[in-house]
């Protein structure tokens, strides 16, 4: 009962682990680059119409070029573990006494007994199904991926991609001088850059005051290139 209430919680965390990895993946990159954009067409054009066409445009194809990304990440972790299962398979069956050998070796590592080493490696070499799974997991350290991962992780950054592109993009619908909108979106962009630097960090395991800032400085210094080349540019 306590092993079974035990995996759950694990199933559970790493499910949480993979959503957040994804937002965070995507989230990152939509609320920089649209931003970066926005801030070098306001050092070249005056009408926010176009910049919000743009803007449009860059986080229409930042969201699907993220999110299928995503989804090649996804299927290629399952053609991954399709292939170690299949190669476990064929070693169960041509080299079963290595594989014998790697499975005593395991539980030799964990402290059991060789008595103890033989009896488990004898039952567990009985299914050839449970043995792979055993193999899969305590020889190659791989879990089983959710079939449905690739696509999950697709929307998921995608998603956040857009949810973060919106951000800076936003005062250019309601303003129509990008000079002004533009003052509106910094200000809007970089305290949700600190807000997200700070939550990821602090789920990261990183000091999240440093990783705000850090967070909050490539994006501010990413949107000041862009308009200072743009004025440049202009001139």
Known sequence: MDTHLHHDHIESHLKSSDLLRDVVIGMSDGLTVPF???????????????????????IAAGSIAMGLGGYLAGKTEQDHYASEVRREYDEVENLRHREIEETKEFFANIGLSEAVQNQATEEISQDKDRWVDFMMKYELGLEKPDPKRATKSALNIGLSYIAGGIIPLSPYFFITSSTEALKISVVATLICLFIFGYFKSRITGVNPWLGALKVTLIGALAAGAAFAVAKLLER
Do not use: K, M, T, Y
């Not at 970066?36 to 860059?58: F, M, R």
């Open 36 to 58: 970066a954009l926005a801030a070098g067409l306001s050092g070249a054009v005056d009408n926010s119409s176009i910049i919000v066409i743009a803007g449009i445009a860059e």
